[in-house]
């Protein structure tokens, strides 16, 4: 796991069946581990600032905006330019509730990125579509596409 994971006392809910019930029955148990988990963050949440100190990528506090006129010029330009990453490339996958969510940034050092894709857990999940409807009915094709979660817009190329 990445994050802070280690951190927290949780359980991965696992199924032993592998249908639609089997993974309803786990969705319920992932929520329950899921508010374990909130509630152990939220009792050791320290307090402070939660952005970056660094002007480059932050925008300035609003309170500078009104008396501060290179503030006001950051600020626009930050919004206008955007930050210039250094040239190169980066995927990054994170947890989102459907699965593994990817991002893929291709920089050419200017504020604009060359290329973005990103990798959208529901267009994986579709593929396996296929295979656990295998000798089941037409009719269980709702059934099953609901217990995957997928979202088609979300997996539509």
Excluded at 23 to 40: D, T
Excluded at 53 to 74: C, G, N, Q, W
Aim: net charge negative; hydrophobic share 35%; proline share 9%.
């Amino acid at each position: 796991p990445y994050s802070s994971y280690d951190h927290f006392d949780f359980e991965v809910p696992v199924g032993s069946n592998g249908d639609v019930y089997d993974r309803y029955r786990v969705r319920l148990a992932e929520m329950r581990q899921s508010l374990r988990i909130i509630r152990q963050a939220l009792d050791n949440l320290p307090g402070g600032p939660v952005r970056t100190p660094d002007r480059k990528v932050t925008p300035p506090p609003k309170e500078e905006l009104a008396y501060s006129m290179e503030s006001l010029i950051h600020h626009f330009k930050l919004w206008t330019e955007g930050f210039k990453p250094p040239e190169g490339e980066v995927y990054q996958a994170v947890e989102s509730p459907r699965g593994e969510f990817g991002v893929y940034i291709s920089s050419d050092g200017s504020g604009k990125p060359r290329r973005v894709h990103f990798r959208a857990p529901s267009f994986v999940h579709l593929q396996a579509l296929p295979l656990m409807a295998k000798g089941g009915l037409v009719a269980d094709l709702v059934a099953i596409i609901g217990s995957i979660d997928i979202v088609l817009g979300e997996a539509d190329r």
